[in-house]
């Protein structure tokens, strides 16, 4: 079993929709959760960060964790053709600030 | 803003040269990494560094060393390149702040291609 598990995609939404991506975790340690967006041939850039129970949102991005359940998600509201990339889900551990990546899951945002 | 600079956007080379990738950043991060990526393989932890001068390995750290003389700069060398070492290079830092959990910040990449 990976450690970090996300469905690679391509997830396809209609512009204006929600896409909602998942992300399971294996080290039950793992305290603050990113998501990065990556453009294809583009670096990762970060766009959320969580590390409490719950939601947390940030203009159309949300986050929502459950560490019980060791899942972590990102909802995209009102999706955008700009917002199509590869999303990354990435634990730190609790060895310290270690980032394991998830392979990814592809959007695509379809006008 | 953070700015991690990688020397390099695109860099090829022959089998069994020796070759550096160099990475610097500006905001007095402790921490640094080198990755690669690769379709379908993801990103993978070659090498990382908490301070000057000392080292550790990540999950590939295989035909890859590591230099950190300088805080700000962290550089990658191949020993020997072969082919399969072609991919994407991304390095990143991090702050090293007890009690907050700091995210990395990458560099623009570096595609290497061995020949």
């Known amino acids: 079993q990976k450690e970090v598990e996300q469905n690679s995609g391509p997830l396809s939404v209609p512009e204006g929709a929600i896409a909602s991506l998942n992300c399971t975790y294996s080290?039950?340690?793992?305290?603050?959760f990113f998501w990065y967006r990556q453009y294809s041939g583009k670096s990762p850039e970060l766009i959320m960060f969580?590390?409490?129970?719950g939601d947390k949102e940030d203009g159309r991005f949300t986050a929502q964790l459950n560490k019980a359940s060791q899942y972590v998600s990102l909802l995209i509201r009102d999706s955008q053709p700009s917002d199509s990339a590869t999303y990354l889900c990435a634990p730190i551990g609790a060895a310290g600030n270690k980032l394991t990546f998830g392979g990814g899951t592809r959007v695509l945002v379809k006008p | 803003d953070v700015k991690v600079t990688q020397s390099s956007r695109y860099l090829v080379k022959r089998t069994g040269e020796k070759v550096f990738l160099e990475c610097v950043q500006d905001?007095?991060?402790?921490?640094m990494f080198w990755y690669r990526q690769d379709p379908g393989l993801g990103l993978r932890l070659i090498y990382f560094?908490?301070?000057?001068?000392?080292?550790e390995k990540g999950d590939i750290p295989e035909g890859y060393s590591v230099s950190r003389e300088k805080k700000e700069r962290f550089s990658l060398i191949l020993e020997s390149a072969s082919t399969n070492q072609t991919s994407m290079y991304l390095c990143?830092?991090?702050?090293?702040?007890?009690?907050?959990?700091?995210?990395?910040?990458f560099g623009d990449g570096t595609r290497l291609s061995i020949l």
């Open positions: 990143a830092s991090s702050s090293l702040r007890t009690g907050v959990d700091q995210p990395q910040h």
């Open positions: 080290d039950r340690g793992s305290q603050s």
């Open positions: 969580i590390y409490s129970n």
């Open positions: 560094s908490y301070d000057v001068k000392m080292k």
């Open positions: 905001m007095d991060h402790e921490n």
